[in-house]
């Protein structure tokens, strides 16, 4: 398809395991965005990416969440010794990468630690 | 800090009705703004938005314009279908943001009954 794609929708796992969360955006664009999304909330920003550099990463919680994009295409979002409080949807999204571009989201990787 | 405020959701309207869901934000020098919409089983896609003062962003019959004096974005619609039932979410993005970094509201479900 041509849209953002994300994999898994769905992820549970225990308290203390690590995750992996992949995005692939649509193809040409340069700027690649992980929000998180917690029940009843906005999505909530953690980092940015233009081409294959962390442009901005002030929204990553804690230094157990890294996120690459050593391509500049395909991200994963990688958070270790997961905690209860990380479960929430973890949205990608894709722009151009120009000023105040549209992004265009994928539907979410749903993840649940136990 | 940049913020945004949305009405609470619940909405619920009859079809034909008309729609405000207010929106205002706190923001330093002159933000772009948005609304977002995400329908059931899909991803977030941008409704409409607005660059500057007194600019109308139009999509698919709703509207929103920009009020700086009032720090405002209320997105309306005239006559709402079934099919406009989703959650709405109200975003801004600063003056010298270089990227997508949107800064969301809480969002607002829309339910419209036949």
């Known amino acids: 398809g041509a849209g953002v794609s994300q994999t898994p929708s769905n992820k549970v796992t225990e308290k203390g395991k690590y995750v992996e969360l992949r995005c692939d955006p649509i193809?040409?664009?340069?700027?690649l965005y992980w929000y998180r999304q917690s029940l009843g909330q906005g999505p909530e920003f953690l980092i940015y990416f233009q081409g294959t550099g962390a442009a901005d990463d002030s929204g990553l919680p804690n230094d157990r969440f890294f996120a690459v994009r050593p391509e500049g295409s395909v991200s994963t979002l990688k958070i270790q010794r997961t905690e209860r409080g990380d479960s929430a949807v973890y949205l990608c999204a894709s722009s151009l990468g120009g000023r105040r571009e549209e992004l265009f989201f994928g539907e979410g990787s749903r993840l649940t630690v136990l | 800090g940049n913020s945004v405020t949305q009405m609470e959701g619940p909405v619920t309207l009859s079809e034909e009705a008309f729609l405000t869901i207010n929106c205002t934000y706190t923001a330093t020098g002159y933000p772009s703004l948005f609304w977002y919409v995400q329908y059931p089983g899909e991803g977030l896609q941008l409704l409409l938005k607005a660059t500057k003062a007194d600019d109308k962003g139009s999509n698919k019959g709703f509207e929103a314009t920009y009020r700086k004096e009032t720090t405002s974005f209320h997105l309306e619609k005239g006559s709402v279908q079934v099919s406009d039932s989703a959650v709405y979410f109200c975003?801004?993005?600063?003056?010298?943001?270089?990227?997508?970094?949107?800064?969301f509201g809480q969002g607002t479900e829309l339910s419209v009954k036949p």
């Open positions: 193809s040409g664009h340069t700027a």
């Open positions: 975003a801004l993005s600063d003056q010298d943001n270089q990227g997508g970094k949107l800064i």
